[in-house]
T-cell receptor, first 107, second 113 residues
Framework: KNEVEQSPQNLTAQEGEFITINCSYS?????LHWLQQHPGGGIVSLFM???GKKKHGRLIATINIQEKHSSLHITASHPRDSAVYICAVDHTDKLIFGTGTRLQVFP | DAGITQSPRYKITETGRQVTLMCHQT?????MFWYRQDLGHGLRLIYYSAAADITDKGEVPDGYVVSRSKTENFPLTLESATRSQTSVYFC????????????FGDGTRLSIL
C-alpha cells in the first residue's frame, strides 16, 4: 500500500465546475504539499500546509491532521487548470509523493 | 534570478555510455534532490544531499552516482546507462530540512537506446 494515496487518478470537468482532489497519507508528517505539473512542463509548488486551510486565487487546500487527509479544491475551473496535481508529504527530511491526479477541463 | 536550472533539457544516448545530468541553484539552499518520473510510478527519489559533501540514497539509487562538492551544484551521473533508466529527471532544492517548499528544475528528458 502506498504511503500517499490520491483520488481520483483521472478527472474530467466542464469549464466552471467545482473540482475536488483528495489525498490520504499513512505516515507522520510535518507538512503536506500540493504541486502542479502541466503537460510536458515543470513542477510548481502550489501550497504547503501543516494545518487548517490556505487559499490562493481559485485554489483552496485543506488538511485534517487527525484524519490524515487533505483536499485541493478548484473553484470555477478553467481549461488552463488542466494539469497533473500531485500531493506530497514531508516525512523525516524527504518528500513522499502520490502518483498524481490528471485533470482535464473542457470549454 | 536564475533559481534552479538543469542541463541538458533533452539527451539521447546509448546503453553502456556514461551520462551526467547537471543541476545548479542560485539560492544557497542546503538541501538538493534528484527524482525520476515514470508513468505509473510518480516521482521517486534517487539521491539527496543535506549540504556540501553530504549525500544519501533515496528510494531508487542503483545505477546512479552523485556528488556535491559545492552547495550550488548537484550532478547526477549514470555510470553505465541502461534502457530502464530512460525517464524524466527532476532536480529540486529546498532551504532547509522540512516545512519548506521544494523548488523544481524544468527536468531533463533522457532516452537511452
Amino acid at each position: 500500500k502506498n504511503e500517499v494515496e490520491q483520488s481520483p487518478q483521472n478527472l474530467t470537468a466542464q469549464e466552471g465546475e467545482f473540482i475536488t482532489i483528495n489525498c490520504s497519507y499513512s505516515v507522520g508528517i510535518s507538512a503536506l504539499h500540493w504541486l502542479q505539473q502541466h503537460p510536458g512542463g515543470g513542477i510548481v509548488s502550489l501550497f504547503m500546509l501543516s494545518s487548517g486551510k490556505k487559499k490562493h486565487g481559485r485554489l483552496i487546500a485543506t488538511i485534517n491532521i487527525q484524519e490524515k487527509h487533505s483536499s485541493l479544491h478548484i473553484t470555477a475551473s478553467h481549461p488552463r487548470d488542466s494539469a497533473v496535481y500531485i500531493c506530497a508529504v514531508d516525512h523525516t527530511d524527504k518528500l513522499i509523493f502520490g502518483t498524481g491526479t490528471r485533470l482535464q477541463v473542457f470549454p | 534570478d536564475a533559481g534552479i536550472t538543469q542541463s541538458p533539457r533533452y539527451k539521447i544516448t546509448e546503453t553502456g555510455r556514461q551520462v551526467t545530468l547537471m543541476c545548479h541553484q542560485t539560492w544557497s539552499h542546503s538541501y538538493m534532490f534528484w527524482y525520476r518520473q515514470d508513468l505509473g510510478h510518480g516521482l521517486r527519489l534517487i539521491y539527496y544531499s543535506a549540504a556540501a559533501d553530504i549525500t544519501d540514497k533515496g528510494e531508487v539509487p542503483d545505477g546512479y552516482v552523485v556528488s556535491r562538492s559545492k552547495t550550488e551544484n548537484f550532478p547526477l551521473t549514470l555510470e553505465s546507462a541502461t534502457r530502464s533508466q530512460t525517464s524524466v529527471y527532476f532536480c529540486a532544492s529546498r532551504l532547509d530540512r522540512d516545512n519548506q517548499p521544494q523548488h523544481f528544475g524544468d527536468g531533463t528528458r533522457l532516452s537511452i537506446l
